[in-house]
Structures are given as C-alpha cells and as structure tokens.
C-alpha cells in the first residue's frame, strides 16, 4: 500500500502534517511532501479535505454512529459511599455533553443505593440508570460486566467514562472487550473535537515524556478512565432528573465468584485527595530528618505532606504520598513545591492546583514554569520561616 500526494490539489492546508503521527509529512514549496519513513498509515488521507492525499489502500468507511447518544458515566458505590472520581467525572461529562448538544448519564449499580441518584443529578447527571440486584451489592467483575454490556448494548451511548480506580480499571477492560469497543486508560485531559464531533483523550505516553492524543472513529462507546483527582466536581443548582430502573438477571451460578469477607485498611488515612493545602517535598529536602520542617509547615496550614517519586524510593515518605504520574493527582488551593525540580511526571499529578508556590535553590528548575510564586533559596532556610509566619498568621 502506497501513500501519494497529488500536489495539484494540495492548498498546504498542514492538515496531514498535524495529522501524521511519525512527522513523516512536510511542507515542500507550499504543497504537502511524503518522506521515506511513511509507514502508510493512512491518518494522512482521513484528513485532507482537497482529495490531494491518495492511497491505493481500501478505504476504512467510519460507520454510521448516529444512534449514539450521551455521555455516560460509571457511578462508583462501595457500601452505599459514590467513589469522589465519579462525581468528578459528572464535572467533565457536562462540559462534553454541552458540545455534543447531548445529554450526560450515570450508571448506577448495586444493592439499596438508589438513594445516591440524588447526589448524581446533584452534580450534573441529567439520568440515572440504576440497576439494583442483590448479587450487586459488592464489585465483582463478572457480575458489575454483565450488567454494563446489556446496558451498553440496550441504550448505546456515544461515550462511557470509569475513575482509574481499582475498580474501574478492572470493568473498563472488560466492559470494554464485551461491546468492541477500545479503550484509552489513565487518561488526564479529555475534550471533543470542534470538526469531527469525537472524543480527544490525552494521557502521558512513552514513560510520560509526550502527552498522546487518542481518538476513536471506529467503534462506540468512546472509552475513558480517568485518574482520581484529576477532573473538577462541579454542582447543579438542583438535584433534579431522570431516574431509569433497568432489569437485571444473574444468578449466583453464572457469577461464579462469591465475597467471603471485606477486610479495611487501618493504618492512618492520608487524604491528598481533598487536602487544601498540600507541602511537598523532592530531592533536595536532603533526608528522611528534613522532612520534618514539612510536615510542621503542613500542620500549620491544617494540610498533607506529600512528596515525589525519588523521595518515596528512598524511603523518606510512604508511597500514599506520592504525587505524579505514577502516584495521585491532587488539586488543592495551594501545592508548596519543596526542592523538587518539577519533571514532567510530578507536573503530571499537580496542575489541577489552584497555586503552585515552588522553592528552590535553582532558578532554571522547570517548577518555576509552572509555580504562580517563586522562591529561589535553600528550603532549609526558608521552610522554617514560613512556618513561623503562617503559624502567626493563623493565630490571628
Ligand atoms: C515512568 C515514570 C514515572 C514517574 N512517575 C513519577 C511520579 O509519579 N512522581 C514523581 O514525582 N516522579 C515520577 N517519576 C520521576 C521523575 O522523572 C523525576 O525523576 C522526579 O520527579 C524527580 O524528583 P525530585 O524533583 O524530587 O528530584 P530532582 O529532580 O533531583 O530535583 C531536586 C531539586 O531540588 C533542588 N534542591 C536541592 N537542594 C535544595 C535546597 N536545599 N533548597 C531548595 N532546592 C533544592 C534542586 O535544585 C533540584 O531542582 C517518574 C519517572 C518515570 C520514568
């Protein structure tokens, strides 16, 4: 298969260039140029809209998906408690069902709960499709699968999103595979495109070094999970919509798996999630000793120590506490960046704050780019001292 461009049609529009997913397209005196390592792909001759991009190959036809309506979103519950992601998630479905013009839903599953549908129109779902069982009451796969792929294939939304939860990145897969349909996991940036009407999923790529945008034109739902953390709640003035009872069929034997018992973690609950105020410590904080200026700055503000990935490796802070692309994503009003140089991958899990305030003795150090304040100087000098100010600030 051969990709060619027949110049007399290109307008050097670039289309295919952005397209072009291994820069295998230049501009050449105006007109689009095909270099050596095309691998034939074809993203190129989707896009032009001058019919200048030829290939011999069959054309792939995009199918006919006007049926698919809404954006649906998995309303996780674990004893009668909605995971905070769900909600989160409800925030970004109004945003992308306002430029579908569609409507946004969530999926509610298990046993006694459908009190929380209040909570779901609360924060944006226009429908509640609640499926209630008592073989629902605790997640199994088999059993939460079964019941989304009917759903799925009864009602066909146009897009599905879980939490990259525990659970939902053990469903989405699942769910996933059941109705055909891809999924792009982990995602941190979701948004429709103006022209096609498809949903843009962006999540780091490569050990984080580029962001990758993903888009499906083949098959419906367009899947997405989404880090805790990452999206903003956002309430309705009412907490009124539309409740949809579906029926549900299992059998215990068809499930094949059975909760014997639910064991809680007791080791004190590090809530980074909802911290406001977040310090957070990286390399240059020395040692495991130097945390301690952190938490007491922490404690002054009432917020969470937290920290990266090299201080978690070194043992200096549990990895509960580890902020980034491999560990959470918070979003507080303010996140202290204490000696750390700001990589990509702790950038990853930060810029929902609301301010970034960044101390460190480098002045080049990629944090500054993106902190709202910088400080340039030795944390060791100036961490104590803002504790002393904020502590006597607050006691005002
Ligand atoms: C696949 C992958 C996933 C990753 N996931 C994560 C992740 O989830 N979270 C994460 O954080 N990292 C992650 N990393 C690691 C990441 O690439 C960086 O290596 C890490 O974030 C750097 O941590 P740091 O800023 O603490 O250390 P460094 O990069 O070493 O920075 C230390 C900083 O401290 C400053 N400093 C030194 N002494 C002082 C002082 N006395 N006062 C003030 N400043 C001082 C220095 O100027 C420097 O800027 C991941 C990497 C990969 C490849």
Redesign the pocket.
Known sequence: MTVWIETANCNGCKRCIKTCPYGAVELREGKAYILEHCTSCGACVEVCREKAVLTDAEPRTIPDFSDRKGVWVFAEQRNGSLNRVSLELLGKAQSLAADLGQEVSAVLLGSQVSGLAKTLFGYGADNVYLAQHRALKDYRTIAYTKVFEELVKEFKPNILLMGATHVGRDLGPRVSRRVGAGLTADCTELSIDPEEGILLQTRPAF??NVMATIANRYSRPQMATVRPGIMEAVRKKNNRGNLIKCRVSLTEKEIGTKVLEAVRETRGKVNLAEAKVIVA????V?SEAGMKALFSLAKAFGGEVA?????VEEGWLPVER??????QSVRPEIYIA?????????R??IMGSRYIIA????PG?P?FKVADWGIV????Q?VPEMTRAVSQSMGK
């Open positions: 050990g984080g410590g990286g390399r240059g020395g920290g990266t990935r090299i201080i580890q902020v980034g692309q491999t560990g204490c000696g750390i140089s700001g990589a990509i991958q702790h990853a899990g101390i460190n003795k480098d150090a944090i100087g030795d944390l060791h100036v």
